[in-house]
């Protein structure tokens, strides 16, 4: 639906203007925040994935695939990364703002494709390539949670948020991928998100 630099932009924009509650005044500390939150997910990815010979993208999450049979889908994806967090602020009251809007979508490289088999090489994408990959977004921002805990707790508190919704195992968010290509990998992630949390909450006392 859209490329990857516009998604990245509507997803800054609409987390910020729900986390601001349409004040312009705080507007642009959002927008900053977010910028910072997203970017350091995303160059993450794609420095881990330049090493792995893959090439990953981010876009709005899409939903199509509505009931278990083939044939029940839609004609054209759903943009629910755009609708799902308008819908749940209204619905809520603004109880929840859900930060989940990006899907990250992987393709191996033409060099990783060809490659030749040996016993140390293997050709073309594998669920550990993507594993790690998304591994690497979500261990960029629970560092940087960890580093910004001090110098500033609302941009460390909102990292740690950006990682609990995209971690839930729904639809094509980063939580679902990880689960399904290596469990051991989610439930770490899961365990780092945890500790993470618990430090933040223990220096805000």
């Not at 004609?75 to 989940?100: C, D, E, H, N, S």
């Not at 992630?189 to 220096?203: E, I, Q, R, S």
Request: proline share 4%; hydrophobic share 60%.
């Amino acid at each position: 639906m859209f490329g990857e630099k516009i998604s990245i932009a509507v997803s800054v924009l609409i987390l910020s203007l729900i986390f601001s509650y349409l004040d312009i005044a705080k507007l642009p500390l959002f927008l900053a925040i977010f910028a910072v939150i997203i970017l350091v997910n995303v160059i993450a990815k794609k420095i881990t994935a330049h090493y792995l010979e893959v090439n990953s993208s981010v876009h709005i999450w899409d939903f199509r695939q509505y009931w278990f049979a083939e044939s029940w889908k839609f004609a054209r994806p759903a943009p629910i990364g755009l609708l799902l967090p308008p819908i749940l602020i209204v619905f809520t009251y603004g109880a929840i703002k859900w930060l989940g809007m990006l899907q990250t979508e992987f393709e191996a490289k033409l060099t990783k494709l060809i490659r030749k088999r040996k016993p140390w090489s293997y050709p073309g994408l594998r669920n550990l390539d993507v594993s790690l990959i998304l591994l690497a977004g979500f261990l960029a921002n629970i560092i940087l949670a960890l580093l910004a805990v001090k110098l500033s707790p609302q941009l460390a508190a909102l990292t740690l948020l950006y990682c609990f919704y995209n971690l839930i195992p729904i639809g094509k968010l980063d939580g679902f991928q990880l689960l399904v290509n290596n469990r051991a990998l989610y439930v770490l992630t899961v365990m780092l998100l945890a500790v993470a949390a618990g430090v933040f909450l223990v220096l805000q006392i």
